[in-house]
């Protein structure tokens, strides 16, 4: 397994920052080159739907238009989350023979979760892999996570919420139709946490259990302005 390409790197948009996760899967499937592991934490709050996921069904409109909130949807599948200040957000990219759980969804993400989950333990260590792609701490979400897979290569993101309160998610997203059996209809409020912990000290634990390491590379720019047309075109559709 080849060392990780370590990139801690928040964009100025919402935008800019979904594209990068986007353009640096479409660079590694048609190039190749050193896997990467990536933080961005946003200033501004945005609401972003997963590929499958249907506005109306998951988001407060009237206080997002109130508020000035963008609404932007990923091309991977998960369900509908806030993002802003508070909310650390990691990409890793990897080639598919990276690693040998990488062969399918189910083993992708116990695999990818299960090493996260045991950086985190060392602040909350009852922090677990729940559901189908979130970690917890006991019963409370603290981080959710979704993938992308080409011919060659897997974007797997996600969130892990160190300041950003539940109150805020409640005001943005509605109360999900579709949750893991783990929540029991629970509101957003008696639902998620956060971990106390410093971003910075999350990023370098989770950056050591990957042997990543920053390295002088530039930024897939000959995708990057492909991603962001393709996101905002779908971010008007519904799937």
Known sequence: ???????????????????????????????????????WES???????????????????????VDGLPLLRRGSGGGTVLQGPGCLSYALVLP???????????TTNQFILERIATTLRQWEPATAVRGMSDLAIGDRKISGNAQRRTGKALLFHGTILHGMGADLVARYLKHPARQPDY????????????????????KQVIAAAWN????????????????????LSRSTEEP
């Open 183 to 202: 929540r029991s209809d629970r509101p957003h409020q008696a639902f998620l946490g956060t971990i106390n912990a410093p971003p910075q000290a999350i």
């Open 96 to 106: 598919l023979d990276w690693h040998p759980d990488l062969a399918n969804i189910r």
């Open 1 to 39: 397994m080849s060392t990780l390409r370590l990139l801690d790197l928040t964009l100025p948009l919402p935008v800019e920052n979904l594209a990068l996760d986007e353009a640096l899967l479409e660079e590694l499937n048609e190039q190749g080159g050193n896997p990467v592991l990536r933080f």
């Open 212 to 231: 990543a390491e920053p390295m002088d590379t530039g930024l897939p720019m000959a995708h990057m302005s492909q991603s962001i047309a393709i996101i």
């Open 43 to 65: 200033d501004r709050h945005f609401v972003v739907l997963g590929r499958a996921s249907r506005v109306g069904d998951d988001v407060d409109l009237a206080a997002c238009h």
